[in-house]
């Protein structure tokens, strides 16, 4: 049973210790060390089929795919759940594409994207039969039509679009404002300019148009607004073509829970209010219903997985209010989780091991790198009596956390363990020493 909507579903809580799947948080540490990122594979899969068929739920016989974004998290076992949660994989680098081959992922449900596609990401792509390219520049219009024709091949496109929205959200994951460096503006007319620069090259063929207005987006009025904008210019184009476009895809950036309170934008809520959306662009602009796809990453992985740390030192400061705060430093840090740093992400956490004091005080969690930006939750009330040795779980870690981990200051990057059915395995193991030298000539 969850005890909260940040903890994933088979999150419990026995005699103060936190549980995934039932095993209990110190026997999950004593096993696998800390810090490391524990994955619930139920929780994962569920996701993915509740995207799927919510979907398929509201669209019906419009409904699309339902691509996975790999850059949330991806590794070989998380693609082949996702295979066998039969819905799409977006990759947008050769590495997560190598990843998704080595899974024996088929390359005809991925769908690649990326603003700066190299040529040989581009052949590779053409090569394996990907899905779809989600076309990204008019270079790149350019660059897929020379290397399909070269390979003798017809290649689906999408273009992606940039309709014109400020996406509530933090500024660098924004991205469907006019200055941006992802696709093109339809207010600018840089979208009519890269159609008929498609229309030119038989080797292309355009599906339909993309369009992702950014991350962590909380409300479905801005994917509305986006869907209106493309589904005028796909009338646009039926006006100019004489036939319509068969495919939109609306993207992800479906907002997750990270606090207590917070309100995640749920398949079953935001599916509906977007085939209003579409719906009523196309009756307003008299144009069928395309197949509709989305790109769901963080919604899927962000909360099927916490991270684990150990606490080391804790040290006292008097703040210039008077007020103390406890600095509670953990076995990790930015290393393995960047966003606090980066975008002011909020996180929530427990000591996961016992039963604590009731007593709380303000504390702020940090890691381990020689900086004082390296923090992993800036405020939060924690138990008086934590000492070092308790574990510290930190719940709805798993989408931008490990994909985003470094090596700063030579600390290896965490494993993931996955949970499922009472047992716990190793999906992508601990960096060691020696994965730190191997680069080294
Ligand atoms: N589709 C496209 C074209 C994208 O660029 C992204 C995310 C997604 C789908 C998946 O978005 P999601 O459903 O996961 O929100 N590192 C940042 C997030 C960057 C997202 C980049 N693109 C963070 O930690 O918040």
Not at 317 to 327: D, F, K, P, S
Request: with cysteine.
């Amino acid at each position: 049973m969850a005890i909260d909507k940040v903890w994933s579903s088979q999150i419990s809580h026995r005699a103060g210790e936190l549980c995934l799947g039932g095993i209990a948080a110190r026997s999950l540490a004593t096993n696998f060390g800390t810090p490391t990122f524990f994955l619930d594979e139920q929780d994962f899969r569920d996701r993915a089929r509740a995207w799927k068929s919510a979907l398929v739920g509201a669209f019906g016989d419009h409904s699309g795919n339902v691509y996975y974004a790999a850059k949330a998290f991806i590794c070989t076992e998380v693609a082949r759940w996702v295979a066998q949660s039969r819905i799409g994989l977006d990759v947008c680098t050769g590495g997560e594409l190598a990843v998704a081959l080595a899974a024996g992922f088929p390359p005809e449900r991925m769908q690649v994207h990326g603003n700066n596609k190299s040529m040989a990401e581009i052949s590779q792509a053409i090569e394996i039969g990907v899905g779809v390219i989600v076309v990204d520049s008019l270079i790149e219009i350019a660059r897929v039509a020379s290397i399909a024709k070269s390979l003798g091949k017809s290649q689906k496109i999408l273009l992606r679009l940039t309709p014109g929205i400020e996406a509530h959200t933090h500024e660098s994951i924004a991205t469907a404002h006019e200055d941006v460096k992802f696709g093109f503006s339809i207010a600018s007319g840089a979208a009519w300019e890269a159609i008929l620069k498609v229309c030119t090259h038989k080797e292309i063929e355009l599906i339909g148009f993309h369009s992702h207005i950014g991350s962590q987006i909380l409300a479905t009025d801005a994917f509305g607004v986006a869907a209106d904008r493309v589904i005028e210019l796909a009338a646009k184009f039926r006006d100019e073509f004489g036939y319509e476009l068969a495919e939109l895809d609306l993207g992800g950036g479906f907002g997750i829970a990270y606090l207590p309170g917070d309100v995640p934008l749920l398949p079953e809520i935001v599916l509906p209010a977007l085939w209003t959306a579409v719906e009523s662009a196309c009756q307003k602009y008299r144009l069928g219903i395309p197949k509709v796809s989305i790109e769901p990453g963080r919604a899927i992985v962000g909360p099927a997985m916490f991270t684990l740390y150990e606490i080391g030192t804790i040290k006292k400061v008097i703040l210039e209010n008077g007020a103390e705060r406890n600095y509670i430093s953990v076995d990790g840090g930015m290393s393995d989780n960047i966003r606090t740093s980066l975008y002011g992400a909020q996180y929530t956490g427990i000591i996961a091991n016992r039963n604590c004091s009731d007593e709380l005080a303000l504390s702020r969690v940090v890691g381990k790198h020689c900086e004082t930006g390296d923090i992993v939750i800036r405020d939060i009330y924690l138990p008086v009596d934590v000492v070092p040795g308790d574990l510290f779980a930190v719940p709805a870690t798993g989408a931008y956390g490990r994909s985003m981990a470094s090596n700063y200051n030579h600390v290896p990057r965490p494993p993931v363990v996955a949970v499922i059915d009472g047992k716990a395995r190793v999906i992508l193991r601990r960096e060691t020493p020696a994965d730190l030298l191997r680069l080294d000539m």
